[in-house]
């Protein structure tokens, strides 16, 4: 009867498991499919079922579970280098660095900036020093930011500028330009042949964790969206020439992506995590205005406006960000559409 049970236990927890791992690769970012995490390590201990729920507690905007920190002790060994990288780094984000095996062994290859401080300051290459400045410099830097938006919220404005295909022919390029600070994301075209409808500016770029830059603009700043990155993100090699050319490198707090996920229950888009970014810097909608949001329009439009081969991702939530955004817009955020 007892191995009846077990073999009972691990069918279950693979069921649980599997069905958790494909609502998450949905973008189905609920409570309901982290107890399925849970649950299936609840049945089998398995160090795999203990880092999917710990992955996707991340996920959630939420830090890691302390109570768990006896088991994860307990798999140390069986995680790999980049496992334990990762959650040494979440553990210090909840201030329990002291919780953190001592032969943790940092791996050279992968690299986490918050994870840089368990290594010592003097055998840091350059790239590992430009990494865990990241990580070092970011609540200065969010406070620099603050106080160049609130500087050009009353001046000339802040424009918040996304790429849906109703950029297309809009003629917004001055009304962008016209702003003091101008956010773009991703893969943008501005100047030239699309200036008209783009304007030329950027002063901020967002960008999310997989997308590759392939150009450097001159920019001030460069936004890497996520749940908290810096905690998180293994490959930073496409960023390297940003941190060398001195480019502060900022990342979406925990608060503000955790909030969004919670109304959501999917991954917020970039676009909604910079705008939500700039409010809880800003406390209010005064001098920011937005533009290239499919929301802002009835007109039925391309996804991007550089190619019509770019299609919507299908683990946000559409529905609910124009949900928001429409909030936000009575609340005061202007339009440049209107």
């Given at each position: ?37 849970f ?86 290459s ?21 106080k ?123 676009g ?10 800003l ?45 936000w ?6 339009s440049?559409?209107?």
């Amino acid at each position: 009867m007892f191995a009846f049970n077990m073999i009972l236990n691990n069918i279950m927890a693979v069921y649980y498991y599997i069905k958790a791992k494909y609502l998450r690769k949905k973008g189905c970012y609920s409570y309901l499919v982290l107890k399925l995490f849970f649950r299936a390590f609840e049945l089998e201990k398995n160090k795999n079922y203990l880092l999917g729920y710990l992955k996707y507690q991340r996920d959630l905007g939420l830090l890691i579970n302390i109570e768990l920190v006896e088991e994860i002790i307990f798999f140390w060994s069986q995680f790999n280098k980049k496992e334990q990288m990762f959650i040494s780094a979440l553990l210090l984000e909840n201030h329990a660095k002291h919780l953190v095996p001592s032969d943790f062994a940092y791996d050279a290859i992968n690299q986490i900036p918050a994870a840089l401080t368990f290594k010592n300051s003097l055998s840091l290459s350059q790239q590992q020093q430009y990494l865990l400045s990241i990580y070092n410099q970011q609540n200065l830097w969010r406070f620099q930011l603050a106080k160049a938006l609130q500087q050009h919220a009353r001046g000339k404005g802040i424009c918040i500028v996304g790429n849906a295909g109703n950029m297309s022919c809009s003629a917004l390029g001055h009304a962008i330009d016209a702003a003091g600070f101008i956010v773009r994301f991703n893969a943008f075209k501005s100047g030239g042949e699309f200036i008209i409808d783009l304007g030329k500016q950027c002063n901020l770029w967002c960008v999310t964790p997989s997308f590759k830059p392939s150009v450097l603009h001159t920019l001030d700043w460069l936004l890497v969206t996520g749940p908290e990155m810096q905690y998180q993100l293994v490959d930073w090699s496409a960023f390297y020439p940003f941190c060398k050319a001195q480019v502060p490198i900022l990342t979406i707090p925990l608060e503000v992506w955790r909030q969004l996920v919670s109304e959501l229950q999917a991954p917020p888009s970039a676009g909604l995590s910079v705008l939500a970014f700039f409010y809880w810097l800003l406390d209010s909608w005064i001098g920011v205005s937005v533009a290239g949001f499919g929301a802002l329009s009835e007109i039925e439009t391309n996804y991007h406006y550089m190619s019509a081969k770019n299609k919507a991702s299908q683990r946000h939530n559409w529905e609910g960000e124009k949900r928001i955004l429409r909030r936000w817009l009575r609340e005061g955020l202007t339009s440049l559409h209107n």
